[in-house]
Structures are given as C-alpha cells and as structure tokens.
C-alpha cells in the first residue's frame, strides 16, 4: 500500500516528466529522510529530470493537520553540478532575498539565505549547521575530532519489554533518543524508559567513558545532539546519527588533566552543594515547627557569616548536625571519619567508603525487613531478586557493597511503583496506600519513598566503582590522588545528604527496653539510636503491639506501628571497651558461624559467633518464610 508521502512524490515525477526538457517543476513534498533523498533523485534521474533546488517551508505556510517539515522542491530538465539549499522565512525580505541568491546560484550570507551545495542530492539545514559546527569547534581547540563510530563503539537501543536491561559494559554510556536529558553512564542517569535510551559501548583502549559523557554534555555536545535529531513533532536521535557524534580527542595527557581539573571543581561542587543543604535543613525545621525560634536565627547567623567570610571550605557546621540526625550506624562511621587527621586522606576517604557500603546495606535491611511484613508480597518478588543478586555474582551468604546496591535497587523500584500515586484510580490508590503502611509502618511514605528514591542508584554505583578500583591496589598511595579522591567522596555524600531529606527527622531508630501492657496498649521505654553519641536518649512511646527487646526497630512519626529491622545490624557493647558498637552482617558459612564487622571500631572490627537469627532471616529471604 502507497503512503501519502510516496503518492505525492510519484505526482512530483509525472508532473517534472510532463513539463518537459526545458520546464520546471515545484512541488511542495514532506521533508525526507537521506534514503527517501536517494530514492526520489535516482527516480527522477531515470526520466531525465533533475533535482537543483530544496527550500524548506515555515510550518506556518502550510499545514493540513499533519505535523511534519515540508520542503519546496525544484526539479529541471537541465542538469547542474550543484544544488541550492535554503529556508523560506515568514519575512517579504526573507524571500526575496532566497530567490535572489537562487537565481543567481551564489551564497547567501547565512545558511538559510541559500547554500550552493557541491552535491546533486540535498543535505538537510540542520545537518549544515552541524557540519559547520564541527568545524569551528575544530579550529577552537586541540586535538583531533573522531566520531563515535571512529572510536569503535558498538551501539544497543533499549527494548519495551517487561524486565529488559542494558548488557553490563565497563566503559559503557547512554543516551537519551528524545528530549535534552544528559548524558549519563547508566541508564538511570538519563531517567527515561529502555526503549528512548541507547547504550554505547566504547572500547577501554580507546579513551574513558567518562571524558566522553562530559564532552557530550558540553555545549558542544548538546547542540550536536539537538542538530542531529530528525522529525519535526517529536525530533528523535537515531542510533545511525549518534555513530556520527563527535568528540575532540586531545592526548592522553591533556585528557588526564582535564578530568583531574573536573575532580578540582567536584570539590568546589561540594562546597556549595554543602550550603544549599544547609538552607534546605534551615526552611524544614522553620516550617516544622511553625516558628523562628533563637537555635534557628543562630544557624541563619552562622550560615550568614560564613557567605560573608568566602570561605573556601565546606559548611561544616550544618553538616555536623545533619550527621548528628543520623541513625547510630551510619553516624559513627561519619564521626569516625570527621575524627581522622586531615592530613591522613587516605584513611579518610576509605572512612568514606565504608560509610557508603553501610549507607547500602542499610536501606536494603530496611526494604528487606518491609517485605517481609508480608510474605505473600515478598513471594511475588523474591524469584526476581535473587536472580538479580545471582547476576551481580553475589550470594545473601556472602554479600558485597554490590548485592547491597542490588537490593535496594531492586526493591527501590518496586517500592517506587507502590508509593507513586500519581494518575492512578481512587481504589488502586487506597490499596497502595494500605500495602505501604502495611510493609514500612509509616502513614505518611517518607521512609519508604526515600529509601525507594531511584536518584541512590547512580550514587551507590559510583561509590562502589570507586570503592572496587580504588582498594584494588595495596600500594600506597599518592596523597594528592587521596587528597582528590576525599573530595570527590565529599560530594557524593553531600548529594546523599540531599536525596535524605528530612527523614531521619521522622524515622527514628530505636531498641526497647522495658515495657508495660496497660488496657491493651504497649508502653515502651525505648533508646534513640541517633547521632555519634554512644550514650543514646531514652524516651516512652506507646505502640499497638509489644516490641522485641533484642530488636532494632525504625518508628516513623508519631505512628504506633513500628517497622522491625532484620538481625543484620546489631548492636552490641564491645568487651574492651564497654561501649555501644554497631555491627554490620558480613557473611555466614554453611556451618552456621555468621561474621560481622564494625565500621568505626577498630579494636574489635569483626566478631563470629552463632546467630540462628540471622541464620533463619537469610532462609527466610532465599528459600521463602517457610524454610526459616
């Protein structure tokens, strides 16, 4: 069957044929792709007429419903060695001077004005103008200007399936088919379904996906990006054209000090990254409490002082209190690191990479200990998640930063589909709103719409790169290079700081204690698990059900319900010490000795004994609830 486009290039051809050798021809035609420009030329080559003029058409001069670019086309009986290229403005002058520069077969002043083409077929406006682009970007700066293609890069567009994901590449980045998102170096980054995603693939020996991504995100990058896309409704970038992007490739030692220059403004980033959470924790606590009272005019005062001083460094006075609003685990790790010597980097930013692996583990023990609130939910899931940790080459058993970041990804999604209600039905919406009070005990979703957030994948995926690359040599290291890598960690855990919000503000973590039962209510005296401090607060809160005094538990608000965290985090009072210390599950052995380790206890790091707690959790969450 012919389509609209195809019959009026066929009128288009009888009419040319039909005006004879020394006629013309126009014909207003839809704008074409390069294979419909080769098929039309050869078309009307074989009846002796010939293609010499293309002037693309304002949307305004004619439109008949149908939303597409259309182009002027000229066709002569007389043969010419070039073809005129222009775009027709809604301006008298506009056209008077197109048809001037026609007549006369020269060049106008600008592109739209009439390009003389050394060509026979047309080349679209956009793609001159991206031509032209990379020529001057050319003759601005050093280096040499390849291509995508050029570079070896193997190219996959994402699919609609349920489940599709991108194969796993090292020095992989992605682009998005539509809109003006970013280049990313995973999908997540770029924020859009598989199917308007497209992973490139560059060979390692080539140059580093990351100088990559940051050229493309460059104003170069973009506009060659924008110059590239095809169609007039819903422009699209399509996999043969982001083969032709190019990239200036300067040498390996300019590239190096570029992407080192990059990591010296991630510092800076962090900085005022730093400062924007400051406001941000500011406003909350101000509209919280619904007044201004003398502990937040002294914070604005500080914060004041510190604009007026420049002050080079970060705002570490809100970030102190920040981490003080932390759960015990997570704190201490940040005490433990804010302690260090500042001259000690090294030790610094590996304190850094502990907090981030703990940070992972951390949410997926809350996402896990919801879904095992309800085992029927969790059965949907568990196949699917297990097969997930299995392709990450990790085990439940013998779990890493990455079967962390696994989990809480892989939950996350779930979680984020639960607690989303936008556009959904008034009963869909009431039943997601009961399954999530139902796993994460929290009326409100802040807990499980945080910890779901999808903006922690790309965060844990670069910490634990970096923690991967960065321990995988034993060698000393440089204390500049250390120095870098502490900084780079700063701004990744202050972009943590801003994805947390005000949770930690609503959620708090506590162990029970004593408790009383007085009319069927259960009276709690509970520890407040929050901050660096190993002398915890001590409060009474009321709940609906009595607590297990051996349990850490997360309580949301001011909700009687409270979430029961699974047996991987514990804490315990170290025998040399007497002090609290919190310990992270590490790994158990088929003979039931489960190990765990602490992050900011150094004396006494890991401990082994036999937890069947823990021992039933992990069958619970591998094999389902009955093999616990």
């Known amino acids: 069957m012919m389509g609209r486009s195809d019959a009026y290039d066929q009128i288009a051809i009888a009419s040319a044929y039909h005006a004879g050798p020394g006629g013309l021809c126009l014909a207003i035609l839809m704008q074409k792709t390069e294979r419909q420009i080769d098929v039309f030329a050869e078309a009307l080559e074989t009846i002796g007429r010939h293609w010499v003029a293309t002037i693309e058409l304002p949307p305004e001069a004619l439109y008949d419903g149908i939303a597409v670019t259309r182009d002027l086309v000229i066709i002569s009986g007389k043969e010419t060695k070039s073809h005129f290229v222009g775009r027709l403005g809604l301006a008298e002058k506009d056209g008077e001077r197109l048809a001037e520069n026609f007549i006369q077969g020269k060049n106008g002043t600008t592109i739209e004005d009439g390009t003389l083409l050394r060509s026979k077929k047309p080349i679209p406006l956009k793609r001159l103008h991206w031509q032209r682009l990379c020529e001057d970007h050319a003759s601005q700066a050093s280096g040499d200007l390849v291509s995508l293609s050029d570079l070896g890069s193997a190219i996959e567009i994402g699919r609609a399936e349920e489940g599709y994901e991108f194969p796993e590449h090292p020095n992989a980045i992605y682009l998005a088919r539509i809109g003006n998102r970013d280049v990313g170096e995973r999908p997540e980054d770029?924020?859009?379904?598989?199917?308007?995603?497209?992973?490139?693939?560059?060979?390692?020996?080539?140059?580093?996906?990351?100088?990559?991504?940051?050229?493309?995100?460059?104003?170069?990058?973009?506009?060659?990006?924008?110059?590239?896309?095809?169609?007039?409704?819903?422009?699209?970038?399509?996999?043969?054209?982001?083969?032709?992007?190019?990239?200036?490739?300067?040498?390996?030692?300019?590239?190096?000090?570029?992407?080192?220059?990059?990591?010296?403004?991630?510092?800076?980033?962090?900085?005022?990254?730093?400062?924007?959470?400051?406001?941000?924790?500011?406003?909350?606590?101000?509209?919280?409490?619904?007044?201004?009272?003398?502990?937040?005019?002294?914070?604005?005062?500080?914060?004041?002082?510190?604009?007026?001083?420049?002050?080079?460094?970060?705002?570490?006075?809100?970030?102190?209190?920040?981490?003080?609003?932390?759960?015990?685990?997570?704190?201490?790790?940040?005490?433990?690191?804010?302690?260090?010597?500042?001259?000690?980097?090294?030790?610094?930013?590996?304190?850094?990479?502990?907090?981030?692996?703990?940070?992972?583990?951390?949410?997926?023990?809350?996402?896990?200990?919801?879904?095992?609130?309800?085992h029927d939910f969790y059965e949907l899931h568990r196949e699917g998640l297990l097969k997930r940790i299995g392709g990450a080459g990790s085990s439940l058993e013998r779990p890493c930063f990455g079967t962390w970041k696994t989990i809480r990804a892989s939950l996350g999604k779930i979680v984020g589909k639960l607690t989303n209600f936008n556009g959904k039905k008034a009963e869909d919406i009431e039943a997601n709103n009961q399954q999530s009070q139902k796993l994460f005990a929290d009326p409100s979703h802040q807990l499980p719409q945080t910890v779901a957030n999808t903006k922690f994948a790309a965060l844990f995926d670069d910490t634990c790169k970096f923690r991967n690359e960065w321990t995988a040599h034993t060698g000393l290291v440089d204390p500049k290079l250390a120095s870098q890598r502490e900084q780079e960690l700063r701004l990744y855990l202050e972009k943590f700081r801003s994805l947390c919000g005000g949770l930690w503000d609503h959620s708090l973590l506590i162990k029970p204690e004593s408790a009383r039962n007085r009319r069927g209510t259960h009276h709690h005296k509970v520890k407040v698990l929050r901050g660096s401090n190993t002398t915890f607060l001590t409060e009474e809160r009321t709940f609906k059900e009595s607590l297990d005094t051996e349990a850490l538990y997360l309580v949301s608000g001011s909700s009687d319900e409270a979430l029961m965290l699974l047996p991987l985090i514990r804490m315990d009072s170290s025998p040399a010490s007497a002090k609290n210390t919190c310990y992270f599950y590490l790994r158990s052995s088929p003979q039931g000795e489960v190990t765990f380790v602490s992050y900011h206890h150094h004396q006494e790091a890991e401990f082994k004994g036999q937890y069947d707690e823990v021992g039933d959790a992990i069958r619970s969450l591998t094999e389902g609830p009955g093999n616990s």
Not at 199 to 213: G, L
């Open 190 to 374: 770029v924020g859009l379904r598989p199917q308007n995603i497209v992973q490139v693939r560059i060979p390692a020996d080539s140059v580093n996906a990351a100088f990559v991504k940051n050229a493309l995100n460059s104003d170069f990058g973009r506009k060659q990006r924008e110059l590239l896309k095809t169609g007039s409704n819903a422009p699209v970038l399509h996999a043969s054209f982001i083969k032709e992007l190019k990239v200036l490739l300067p040498t390996l030692a300019i590239q190096k000090e570029i992407l080192d220059y990059e990591s010296e403004l991630s510092s800076h980033e962090a900085t005022i990254l730093s400062l924007r959470n400051d406001l941000e924790d500011l406003r909350r606590r101000v509209w919280t409490k619904m007044s201004v009272d003398d502990s937040a005019r002294q914070s604005l005062e500080a914060l004041e002082r510190l604009l007026d001083q420049k002050s080079d460094g970060t705002s570490n006075q809100g970030l102190e209190g920040w981490i003080e609003s932390l759960p015990f685990p997570l704190a201490s790790i940040l005490r433990t690191w804010q302690a260090c010597d500042p001259a000690e980097y090294e030790t610094r930013y590996k304190h850094l990479l502990h907090f981030f692996e703990a940070a992972a583990q951390f949410m997926s023990v809350i996402l896990l200990s919801g879904f095992q609130r309800d």
